[in-house]
């Protein structure tokens, strides 16, 4: 019986295994058309393993659905450059939600390449809020926001932030603006008073306010009453505070107050005993403050 040959078999079965080993580098697509068409470019992004360039148009057909399904393909293609262009014409039946994971951010974070972020000077978190943590190698020192000078946020994006300028990044980064929710002020406090700063201008809302006066008074507590939280690298200080501040204050902090300004400054707390308590309590508050900033050159308090 005469043989087959099946080399044209075999090569066109090669073929089917890998079909865009070298044909395809970028791709243009409008999400939209049917779902036979979206299946089809899917599978292209996921298979075409030279593939670094996607842009993805946003067309009048498209659902939120499908551009989730497109993001998430595009999302397994490391060092993958993706440009998306139009809006979702049907976002106003329900809000469009995509959720990526800790393992996704690792991943995106380290190849997003953005020019622009050399020329930003001012960063403003005040409304979002961190989800979680993710590590990776930051680029030369020089190279990460060089010319940002100014960041508003809660502690939770200013905590890491304030560890990577200790660690020499962020050279520029003075001004600090604490606004937002209660989070972990003691573990940011704590670590500026570590030292590694200088010449920092720092403005707090109405809650760090508080609990800063009350974090250098348990560090009081803590060391016997020899020596109290200090904060070295503080130039200038701003704290939005209520006129009845002492209201806000829990008891165990009022009292421990009232001590420390008889010890440290007694004259000032016979005085005071004449006036208001709510000019007491502002005024025994900013001589702590100012005993733990030696360099402190500029002090104020914002009133509510």
Not at 24 to 29: K, N, T, Y
Not at 108 to 129: C, G, Q, R, V
Not at 243 to 260: H, V
């Amino acid at each position: 019986m005469p043989m087959k040959d099946t080399s044209e078999d075999f090569s066109f079965r090669s073929f089917i295994g890998d079909p865009f080993s070298e044909s395809i580098g970028r791709l243009h697509f409008a999400v939209g058309g049917s779902e036979k068409e979206l299946q089809s470019v899917l599978g292209v992004i996921s298979r075409a393993k030279y593939l670094q360039s996607v842009h993805l148009e946003l067309g009048y057909s498209c659902s939120q659905r499908r551009v989730a399904r497109a993001f998430n393909t595009c999302m397994a293609k490391p060092h993958l450059s993706l440009t998306v262009q139009g809006r979702i014409p049907d976002l106003r039946r329900g809000p469009f939600k995509y959720t990526l994971t800790l393992y996704d951010w690792n991943r995106i974070l380290p190849s997003i390449a953005m020019p622009a972020l050399k020329s930003i000077e001012n960063l403003d978190f005040t409304h979002n809020d961190v989800i979680g943590v993710v590590k990776f190698n930051f680029p030369p020192k020089r190279k990460l926001l060089p010319r940002l000078t100014c960041l508003t946020a809660h502690s939770d994006y200013i905590i890491p932030f304030m560890q990577h300028k200790k660690a020499g990044y962020f050279r520029d980064l003075q001004n600090i603006s604490i606004n937002g929710p209660k989070y972990d002020l003691d573990v940011l406090f704590d670590l500026l008073s570590e030292g590694g700063f200088k010449g920092l201008s720092i403005t707090l809302d109405e809650l760090s306010s508080v609990t800063l006066v009350e974090w250098i008074l348990s560090g009081n507590l803590k060391r016997g009453r020899k020596q109290p939280h200090g904060l070295l690298g503080v130039a200038s200080l701003a704290m939005h505070v209520h006129r009845d501040f002492g209201a806000y204050l829990a008891e165990w902090s009022r009292k421990e107050l009232l001590n420390w300004q008889i010890e440290n400054v007694p004259v000032m707390a016979e005085s005071k005993q004449r006036g208001s308590q709510s000019e007491m309590y502002l005024q025994m508050s900013e001589h702590l403050v100012r005993s733990v900033c030696p360099h402190m050159k500029e002090f104020m308090y914002h009133f509510m």
